[in-house]
């Protein structure tokens, strides 16, 4: 059975940082391309970051271009987002997924979420 947990969520203040983890089991993550949603107060949920099956591959949204970083490390069936210079505008319930292809635009490939990490950039 297929499960993602998320992890490393918290209140932060801006500028500051954090390093989400999402933790797969019940299947391997090797394969497949995976990426980071987030979901903010009364908006929709869109794409953050994504990495492809071999690592070689990121996109980013414009928005946190330079400040995020997506990794992944198959060993652990894990990967991370670790989250720099955090802005008020970060804030969010955050979700990791496998996805169909890393591209600029990404989507769910199973149409599965685990229960997300709350972010929360404030002052």
């Known amino acids: 059975q297929l499960q993602l947990v998320e992890s490393g969520g918290g209140l932060v203040q801006p500028g500051g940082s954090l390093r989400l983890s999402c933790e797969a089991s019940g299947f391997t993550l090797d394969n497949y391309a995976i990426g980071w949603f987030r979901q903010a107060p009364g908006k929709g949920r869109e794409g953050v970051s994504c990495?492809?099956?071999?690592?070689?591959?990121?996109n980013y949204a414009d928005s946190v271009k330079g400040r995020f970083a997506i990794s992944r490390n198959d060993a652990r069936n894990s990967m991370y987002l670790q989250m720099n210079s955090l802005k008020h505008e970060d804030t969010a319930v955050y979700y990791c997924a496998v996805i169909r292809r890393c591209e600029t635009h990404f989507s769910n490939r199973f149409d599965y979420w685990g229960q997300g990490t709350q972010v929360t950039v404030s002052s």
């Open positions: 990495i492809n099956s071999r690592g070689d591959i990121t």
